[in-house]
C-alpha cells in the first residue's frame, strides 16, 4: 500500500539555522519557567522546542519541512526522511506531541514531573538537531 501524501513546504537548507535559533529560544524559556516553577509554560515550550528541532534538521538536510496541521505528519516526514537513523528522535517527538494536546487545549494543569520530562526531551532533540545543523546566521 502506497503511504498517504504528506503536506511538505520546499524551504532553503540555510534557513535550518533560524529554525535551530527558535528551538534554542525556546528550549532555554522551558528551563527558564522550570526554575520558576511555571510547569504549563515549561512544559509548551519545551513542546515546541522539540518541533522546531525537527524543522532545522528537515529543512538542512532534505530543504523541505511539514506544513500539516497534524503534528503527527511532522513525526511521519521524519520517519520517511532519515528512517532508523531518526527512529529514536521519531519516538522523542511522538511523546512531545502526545502530550501537547492535554496540555494547551484541555482544562488541566501541566505537573512538575510533566514539565521536567518535557524539557529532558526538547534538551535531547535540540543536542540531536544541533550536532546535524552547521550553520551560522547570516
Request: with cysteine.
Amino acid at each position: 500500500m502506497t503511504p498517504k501524501p504528506l503536506s511538505t513546504a520546499k524551504e532553503d537548507p540555510a534557513c535550518a539555522a533560524y529554525y535551530l535559533l527558535k528551538a534554542d529560544e525556546m528550549r532555554r524559556s522551558a528551563t527558564d519557567n522550570v526554575l520558576a516553577r511555571r510547569w504549563n509554560a515549561a512544559t509548551s515550550d519545551g513542546i515546541r522546542a522539540g518541533m522546531l528541532c525537527t524543522d532545522a534538521v528537515l529543512v538542512f538536510r532534505r530543504g523541505l519541512r511539514s506544513k500539516s496541521p497534524r503534528h503527527e505528519d511532522a513525526v511521519e516526514l521524519l520517519r520517511r526522511e532519515f528512517g532508523a537513523e531518526a527512529r529514536r528522535e521519531c519516538a522523542i517527538l511522538s511523546r512531545l506531541i502526545n502530550r501537547k494536546h492535554a496540555i494547551d487545549y484541555e482544562a488541566r494543569l501541566a505537573t512538575e514531573r510533566e514539565a521536567n520530562d518535557t524539557l529532558e526531551k526538547a534538551e535531547t532533540l535540540y543536542t540531536w538537531a544541533s550536532g546535524i545543523v552547521q550553520t551560522r546566521l547570516p
